[in-house]
């Protein structure tokens, strides 16, 4: 597979105002993209996301370290005529409409006449903002500037999609269909580069990930390798469970706590399972549910990043 960005030891610093306080954005950042497949670029606000991006898509340049894209060093023209860029906050001019400013964006990267205009409408009805194509975009919801801004980044069938947070700002409906493009690019045979702050999202769409913290990458590889789905724990549901059988779980050594007159228990070691459920109906108790905790994408966030040790303090004055 060939990588289609690569990016090594990657590093920004910015000097704010008059006081020239230093804020290290991103601090030695690697990862490569390969060719058809749908990476994450995931972490909290202020983690390094969107200063990443600009340096890749070159609205911004670099303090140290190297990134290239389509094999050629950023900022570059040639490159970026093959992405298709979504910013973290579009601005589209307040008097365009969607299907103007899609067009625009289309004749920008080379499409004309007819094959313009039905490429526009194409986009444009599949992010679902066609029926709001002729409205000036002043007039529409934060959702429909993202849909359209989106539909702008797909205009030209580009090779290779970066899109900064993609969901934000929209309904559940949207973040479904959103997710659906993004599957639809990748079986198309196009790369889909994406950050978000919801590690779910990723976790239904990546083929691998990097998760950053603090600037730095502090989780990077194959979803699959990472998130295996290994039972962290059993959470067993009883109602009617007296405080005697409460106290006697507890003495066994179970985590338990009440939720809505349900008593949960937590069931450690897979071990464990079948002498809790036994002991549990056999102390009168009626069983609701019994399902296994699997690790997710965020505990393995939590037990990697938030457990690490971090720089104190971030920011520091020159
Ligand atoms: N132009 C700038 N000048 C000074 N500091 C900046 C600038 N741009 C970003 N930063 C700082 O860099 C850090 C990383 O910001 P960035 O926007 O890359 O985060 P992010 O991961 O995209 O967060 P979010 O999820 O909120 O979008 C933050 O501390 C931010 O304040
Ligand atoms: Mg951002």
Redesign the pocket.
């Known amino acids: 597979m060939t990588a289609l960005i690569e990016v090594e030891h990657l590093t920004k610093t910015?000097f704010?105002g008059i006081t020239r306080k230093r804020?290290d954005?991103v601090k030695g950042v690697s990862f490569s993209v390969q060719s058809n497949e749908i990476f994450g670029f995931l972490?909290?606000?202020?983690?390094?996301?969107?200063?990443t991006i600009k340096m890749l898509t070159g609205l911004i340049r670099p303090t140290g370290g190297r990134a290239t894209l389509f094999g050629h060093p950023v900022p570059s023209v040639e490159a970026m005529r093959r992405v298709g860029f979504l910013p973290?906050s579009p601005y589209i001019f307040p008097y365009l409409t969607p299907r103007e400013y899609v067009e625009m964006c289309g004749r920008l990267s080379g499409l004309r006449g007819q094959a313009l205009r039905d490429r526009t409408t194409a986009v444009l009805r599949r992010t679902g903002i066609e029926y709001a194509g002729e409205r000036p975009v002043r007039k529409l919801s934060k959702g429909m500037t993202q849909r359209s801004a989106l539909a702008a980044a797909l205009v030209a069938n580009p090779e290779l999609l970066v899109l900064d947070?993609p969901m934000s700002g929209l309904d559940p409906i949207g973040r479904k269909e959103v997710r659906d493009i993004i599957l639809e690019e990748r079986r198309e045979g196009r790369t889909v580069f994406f950050?978000t702050?919801i590690l779910a999202d990723a976790e239904s769409l990546c083929d691998r990930v990097t998760i950053?913290r603090e600037g730095r990458a502090v989780v990077s590889g194959p979803l699959r390798d990472l998130v295996r789905g290994d039972v962290l724990h059993t959470d067993l549901t009883l109602a009617q469970a007296s405080e005697a059988l409460e106290m006697k779980l507890r003495a066994a050594g179970h985590e338990t706590h009440r939720r809505a007159g349900l008593l949960v228990v937590e069931i450690r070691g897979q071990e464990r399972v079948n002498d809790t459920l036994l002991e549990a109906i056999r102390g009168g108790a009626q069983v609701v549910e019994v399902s296994p905790r699997r690790e997710t994408l965020e505990d393995l966030f939590v037990r990697r990043a938030i457990d690490a040790p971090t720089d104190e303090p971030r920011t520091t004055a020159e």
Request: charged fraction near 15%; charge should be negative; avoid cysteine.
């Open positions: 910015f704010l804020v954005a972490g909290p606000n202020g983690s390094g996301k969107t200063t973290e947070e950050s702050h950053l």
